[in-house]
């Protein structure tokens, strides 16, 4: 089994739309989880960290369930920019070492 | 943040042959990783590499194949060694700053 799983989509999402994802991890002893976005061919750059009580960044909402090991990623009233893949990354232990999901793939449509 | 830059942006290579990719950060950091992404595929580490010590391999990931060097807190190489179409892959160089990963912005290796 994987440490990190994904739904690799891709969610085709009409422009203005909300999408919605989930990402699943199996060390429960994670510490800090993240949502890195890709654009095709470039690197992967933090998009936001995820807490405890969720969080909120503009159109962006991330969400932690500790207890059923998931962390979700909304977004409201979707952009074409909006267009990537997202990738969940969970800090499994104190060195810093970063599991990574597949990624979710989404395409937003005018 | 963090600006890194990976030399080369990507080769074509020939099978057989190894090949050494250059990272340099623009400020001192202490561990720098190499990371791994085949097509279709998420990021996998290859190992840390610490300046002054030997870099720690993943799992999978041999010093044979796959040897690091760190000559200083702002730079490493990365060297794909007897290069094999499997190799063909996005290789990744990173930092950890803050509470963030920065990556660099990756070497596209074809192995024909």
């Known amino acids: 089994r994987k440490e990190v799983e994904q739904d690799p989509g891709p969610f085709n999402v009409p422009e203005g739309a909300t999408v919605a994802f989930n990402c699943t991890y199996s060390?429960?002893?994670?510490?800090?989880f993240f949502w890195y976005r890709q654009d095709c061919r470039k690197e992967p750059k933090l998009l936001m960290s995820?807490?405890?009580s969720g969080n909120e960044d503009g159109r962006f909402t991330a969400q932690l369930n500790r207890a059923s090991q998931y962390i979700s990623l909304l977004i409201r009233d979707s952009k074409l920019s909006d267009s990537a893949t997202y990738l969940c990354?969970?800090?499994?232990?104190?060195?810093?070492?970063?599991?990574f999901g597949a990624g979710t793939q989404v395409v937003v449509t005018p | 943040s963090a600006v890194i830059s990976q030399k080369p942006s990507r080769d074509i290579c020939q099978r057989g042959t190894s090949l050494t990719i250059q990272c340099q950060v623009d400020?001192?950091?202490?561990?720098m990783f190499w990371y791994r992404q085949q097509p279709g595929q998420s990021l996998t580490l290859i190992a840390t590499?610490?300046?002054?010590?030997?870099?720690?391999?993943e799992s999978g990931f041999v010093i044979d194949k796959f040897p690091i060097s760190r000559p200083n807190l702002t730079f490493s190489t990365l060297t794909v060694s007897n290069m094999s179409p499997e190799d063909s892959s996005i290789y990744l160089c990173?930092?950890?700053?803050?509470?963030?990963?920065?990556f660099g912005p990756g070497t596209r290796l074809l192995v024909l």
């Open positions: 060390n429960s002893a994670s510490q800090s």
């Open positions: 990354v969970v800090l499994t232990d104190s060195w810093g070492k970063l599991q």
């Open positions: 590499a610490n300046q002054g010590s030997e870099a720690t391999y």
């Open positions: 400020s001192q950091v202490t561990m």
């Open positions: 995820v807490y405890s």
């Open positions: 990173s930092v950890h700053r803050g509470e963030t990963q920065y």
